[in-house]
C-alpha cells in the first residue's frame, strides 16, 4: 500500500520535473520579443481605451453609462466588465459586450488585441464601418457584430481570416458585394442576412469545406445558387432566402446529405425542383416559395420522412399531389402548396391524418377538385390554419370540420360548396377568421354562440338568407363583417351597431330593412360601411357624423328619406361618399365643403333641390354625380341653372349695365332727334 502511493509520488515529481524542462525548454526557443509581447499588457489596454473612446454604453445618461464607470485604470483591465483574459498571461482573448446599448463606432485599435479569439459586439447600436484592421487579428475564431447599424462595405480582409469559425454579421445595414476571395480554412458558420449586400454569392464559398451553416437571406444577392455548393458535405443549414438568385436549383443540392434546412424561397428561380432533393434524408424543413418553379413536385421529394415544414406556395408548379404523402411525413408540421396551378384530388389530405402534429395546411389557389370528405375532420387536433380557398372543392361543408379545435382561420371561400353551414363549426371557440364567400352556400346564419374570438366573418355571396343572429353582435372581438350579396332580409340587429371594435362592415346587396339607428355613433373605429342595395328607409341619425374614422360610406339604392343631416359634414376622413338612388330632399348641407378627402361623391336620383355648394369636393364633381335631383341650383360648370339669389343679382347688374351702356345711347339719340326737330322746325 505505502509503496504503491510513493511510486505514484514519484511519478508525480517525475512529471512535474519534465514539464519545467519543457518549459524552460520553450521560453529559451522563444525569442525574447515575444516573451516581451506575450507579457506586456500594455497594447491591450491601449486598445481597450481607444474603444471605450469612439463609444457610449447605456441610454445616453453618465449613470448608466456601463463602460465610463466599469472601465477605470484603477482596476487591471482583465476584472472590466466583458473583458476575458487569459489564464496564462494578461491578455485579453474574449471581449463580450453583447447587448450593452452600445453607440458609437468600432475602433479600428481593436485590432491590436493580438490574442483575441472571441469578440462578440451584437445587438448594440454601433454605426459606421467595420475597420478592415479587423482582418488582421490572427487568432480570431469568433466575430458576432449582428444587430447593430454598421454600414459600408464588408472588408475584403475580414473574409481572409484563417482562424475564424464563426461569422455573424446580420441585421446591419452592410452593403457592397462579399469578396470574390474567401479563405475560410475552419470556418463553421456564416450569417451576413438583412444587411444590404449586391452581387453573387462567391464560388470560393464551396472551398470552405468545414462549413455547416450559411445564412445569407434577406439581400439583394443575384446570380444563380452556384452547383458547387453541392461539394459542403458538412452542410446542415442553407438559407439564401429573400434574395434576387435566378436560374434553376441545382442538383447537386441533392448531395448534401446532412442538410436539415433549406431555404431558397423568395427569389427569381426558375426551373424545376431537381428529384435529387429526394435524396436529403435529414432534410426537415424545405422552403421554395415565392419563386417561378415549374414542373411536378417529384415523386422522390415526398419520401423525405423527417419532413417538418414543405413550403412551395407561389410558384408554377403542376400535377397532383402524392396521395400517400401524410403516410410518409409523419412530422409535418406546415404544408404550403397555395397558388400554383397543382391538380387532382385532394385525398392527400385524408392521409394528413397521420400527421399528429399538422398546425398549417394551405392548398389555396390551386386546381385541385373534389369533396372535402368527413375525414377532415380527423385531421390534426394541433391544426390552427386551414387555407383551401380558389379551387374547385364541391359538396357540403364536412361536420366533422367541427372537431379541429385548435382553428384559427378557416378559408374554404371561392369554391362550388353547396349546402348549409353545419352547426358543428360554431364549436370552434378559438377560431378567429372565417372565410366562406363566393360559394353557394345557403340557408341561415346559425347563432354563433361561444364563437367569442371571431374577428372577422366574411360570407359574401353566397344564398344565405334569414335574419343576421342577434349574437353576431355579441362578439366582442368582431373587426369585420361581410354578409353582402346574399339574401338577407329582416332589421339589422341592433347589437351590431353598438360593437364597438368593427372596422369594417358589409352588408350591400341584401334585402334588410328598417332604419339606422342612432347607437351607431358608437361604431368609434368604423372605416368602411357598405349597406349599398337594400330595402333600408327612414331618415338618417345624425349621429353618422359622429363616426369619425370613417373613409367609405355607401348607403345608395336604398328607401332613405329626408333631410341629409348637417353632421354628415364632420367626416372629415371620408373619400368615398354615396347617398345616392335614395329619397334625400331639402338642401345639400353646406358642410359638405368641409370634407376635403373626398375623391368620390354621389348624390344622384334624389329629391335635393337648392345649391351646390362650393369647396374642394364640389370643384370636381362631376353631372353624374348630381344628376337626376328635384331642382338643384348653381355649380355652373355642370351646366346646373344659377339659383335664384344669384339669378337676381344678376338682373341688377343687367339694370346697371342698362344704366350705364343703354341709357346713354338712347338719351343721345333722343338729344339728336330734339336737335334735329328743332333744326327741321328753323327751316
Ligand atoms: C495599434 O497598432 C498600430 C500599428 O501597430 C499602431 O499604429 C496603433 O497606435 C496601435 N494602437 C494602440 C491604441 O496602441
Ligand atoms: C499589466 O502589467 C502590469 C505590470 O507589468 C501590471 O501591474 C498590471 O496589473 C497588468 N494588467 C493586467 C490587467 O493584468
Ligand atoms: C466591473 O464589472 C465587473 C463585472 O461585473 C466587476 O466584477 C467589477 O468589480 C467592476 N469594476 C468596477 C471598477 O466597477
Ligand atoms: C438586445 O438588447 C436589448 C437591450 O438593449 C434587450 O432588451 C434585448 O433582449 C436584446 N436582444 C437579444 C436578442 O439579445
Ligand atoms: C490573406 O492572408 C494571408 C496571411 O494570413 C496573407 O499572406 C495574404 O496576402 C492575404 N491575402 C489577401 C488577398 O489579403
Ligand atoms: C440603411 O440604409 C438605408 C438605405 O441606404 C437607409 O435609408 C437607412 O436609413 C439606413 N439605416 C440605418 C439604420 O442606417
Ligand atoms: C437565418 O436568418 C434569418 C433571417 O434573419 C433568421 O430568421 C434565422 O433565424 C437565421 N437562422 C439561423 C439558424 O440563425
Ligand atoms: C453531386 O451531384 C452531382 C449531380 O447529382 C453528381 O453528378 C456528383 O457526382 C455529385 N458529387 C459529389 C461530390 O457527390
Ligand atoms: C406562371 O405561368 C404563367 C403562364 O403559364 C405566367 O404568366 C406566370 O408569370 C408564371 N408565374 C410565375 C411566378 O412564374
Ligand atoms: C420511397 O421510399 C420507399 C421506402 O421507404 C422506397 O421503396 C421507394 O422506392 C422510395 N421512392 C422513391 C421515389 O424514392
Ligand atoms: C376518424 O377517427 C375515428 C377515431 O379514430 C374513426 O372512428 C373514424 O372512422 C374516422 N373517421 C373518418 C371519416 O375517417
Ligand atoms: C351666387 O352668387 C354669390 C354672390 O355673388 C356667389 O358668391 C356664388 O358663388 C354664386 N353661386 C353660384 C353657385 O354660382
Not at 429526394?278 to 419563386?291: A, C, D, I, M, P
Request: glycine share 8%.
Amino acid at each position: 500500500m505505502y509503496v504503491h502511493a510513493s511510486l505514484l509520488f514519484a511519478g508525480k515529481q517525475c512529471l512535474l520535473f519534465l514539464l519545467l524542462l519543457l518549459h524552460a525548454f520553450l521560453l529559451f526557443s522563444a525569442t525574447s520579443a515575444n516573451i516581451a509581447a506575450a507579457l506586456d499588457n500594455s497594447t491591450d489596454l491601449a486598445s481597450l481605451l481607444a474603444f471605450k473612446a469612439t463609444t457610449t454604453s447605456g441610454g445616453g445618461d453618465a449613470s448608466d453609462n456601463i463602460i465610463a464607470a466599469n472601465w477605470t485604470t484603477d482596476a487591471p483591465f482583465c476584472t472590466w466588465v466583458g473583458v476575458r483574459c487569459s489564464r496564462r498571461r494578461p491578455r485579453v482573448v474574449s471581449l463580450n459586450l453583447n447587448s450593452f446599448s452600445l453607440q458609437g463606432t468600432i475602433s479600428p485599435h481593436l485590432s491590436n488585441l493580438s490574442f483575441l479569439s472571441s469578440l462578440d459586439l451584437s445587438n448594440n447600436s454601433l454605426s459606421g464601418a467595420i475597420p478592415d484592421t479587423l482582418g488582421r487579428l490572427p487568432r480570431l475564431a469568433k466575430l458576432r457584430l449582428s444587430w447593430n447599424l454598421l454600414s459600408g462595405p464588408i472588408p475584403p480582409s475580414i473574409f481572409n481570416m484563417s482562424s475564424l469559425v464563426r461569422i455573424g454579421l446580420a441585421v446591419n445595414n452592410l452593403s457592397g458585394s462579399l469578396s470574390t476571395l474567401v479563405m475560410f480554412p475552419r470556418i463553421e458558420r456564416i450569417a451576413i442576412t438583412d444587411n444590404l449586400l449586391t452581387g453573387h454569392i462567391p464560388a470560393d464559398l464551396a472551398r470552405c469545406s468545414t462549413l455547416q451553416l450559411i445564412n445569407l437571406s434577406g439581400n439583394t444577392l443575384t446570380g444563380s445558387v452556384s452547383s458547387s455548393l453541392g461539394i459542403l458535405s458538412e452542410l446542415v443549414y442553407l438559407s439564401m432566402g429573400g434574395n434576387q438568385l435566378t436560374g434553376a436549383i441545382p442538383a447537386s443540392i441533392g448531395n448534401l446529405t446532412k442538410i436539415q434546412y433549406l431555404y431558397l424561397g423568395n427569389n427569381d428561380l426558375e426551373g424545376e425542383i431537381p428529384k435529387e432533393l429526394g435524396n436529403l434524408v435529414n432534410l426537415q424543413e424545405l422552403y421554395l416559395h415565392r419563386n417561378g418553379i415549374v414542373g411536378s413536385i417529384p415523386i422522390s421529394l415526398w419520401n423525405a420522412s423527417k419532413m417538418i415544414s414543405l413550403a412551395v406556395s407561389v410558384n408554377n408548379l403542376t400535377g397532383p399531389v402524392q396521395a400517400t404523402l401524410g403516410k410518409s411525413m409523419p412530422f409535418l408540421r406546415i404544408l404550403d402548396l397555395a397558388e400554383n396551378t397543382l391538380s387532382g384530388g385532394l385525398d392527400f389530405i385524408a392521409s394528413l391524418t397521420k400527421c399528429s402534429d399538422l398546425k398549417f395546411l394551405g392548398v389555396s389557389y390551386n386546381q385541385f377538385e373534389g369533396v372535402l370528405p368527413d375525414a377532415y375532420g380527423n385531421l390534426s387536433m394541433d391544426l390552427q390554419y386551414f387555407h383551401a380557398s380558389g379551387n374547385h372543392i364541391y359538396g357540403s361543408i364536412p361536420t366533422g370540420l367541427g372537431n379541429l379545435s385548435s382553428l384559427i382561420l378557416l378559408d374554404l371561400s371561392s369554391n362550388e360548396l353547396r349546402g348549409t353551414i353545419p352547426r358543428t363549426l360554431w364549436r370552434l371557440k378559438k377560431l378567429q377568421l372565417m372565410y366562406l364567400g363566393f360559394n353557394r352556400l345557403t340557408g341561415s346564419i346559425p347563432s354563433v354562440g361561444l364563437m367569442t374570438n371571431l374577428a372577422k366573418i366574411s360570407f359574401p355571396e353566397n344564398g344565405f338568407s334569414g335574419q343576421i343572429p342577434d349574437s353576431v353582435g355579441n362578439i366582442s372581438g368582431l373587426q369585420k363583417l361581410d354578409l353582402s350579396m346574399n339574401k338577407l332580409s329582416s332589421t339589422i340587429p341592433l347589437s351590431l351597431w353598438s360593437r364597438i371594435g368593427l372596422i369594417a362592415l358589409d352588408l350591400s346587396q341584401n334585402r334588410f330593412e328598417g332604419s339606422l339607428p342612432p347607437q351607431m355613433a358608437k361604431l368609434k373605429g368604423i372605416g368602411s360601411i357598405d349597406l349599398r342595395s337594400n330595402r333600408l328607409s327612414g331618415n338618417i341619425s345624425s349621429a353618422l357624423g359622429e363616426l369619425q374614422s370613417i373613409t367609405y360610406l355607401d348607403l345608395s339604392n336604398n328607401l332613405f328619406h329626408g333631410q341629409i343631416p348637417q353632421q354628415l359634414g364632420r367626416l372629415f376622413n371620408v373619400e368615398y361618399l354615396n347617398l345616392s338612388h335614395n329619397f334625400f330632399s331639402g338642401v345639400i348641407p353646406k358642410s359638405f365643403s368641409n370634407l376635403s378627402y373626398v375623391n368620390s361623391l354621389d348624390l344622384s336620383f334624389n329629391m335635393l333641390e337648392g345649391e351646390i355648394p362650393e369647396g374642394k369636393v364640389f370643384s370636381n364633381v362631376s353631372i353624374t354625380s348630381m344628376m337626376e335631383n328635384q331642382a338643384l341650383c348653381g355649380a355652373p360648370q355642370l351646366k346646373f341653372p344659377p339659383c335664384p339669389e344669384n339669378v337676381t343679382t344678376s338682373s341688377s347688374s343687367a339694370k346697371l349695365r342698362l344704366l350705364k351702356y343703354v341709357l346713354p345711347s338712347v338719351a343721345s339719340v333722343l338729344v339728336f332727334l330734339v336737335c334735329f326737330s328743332l333744326f327741321v322746325k328753323k327751316l
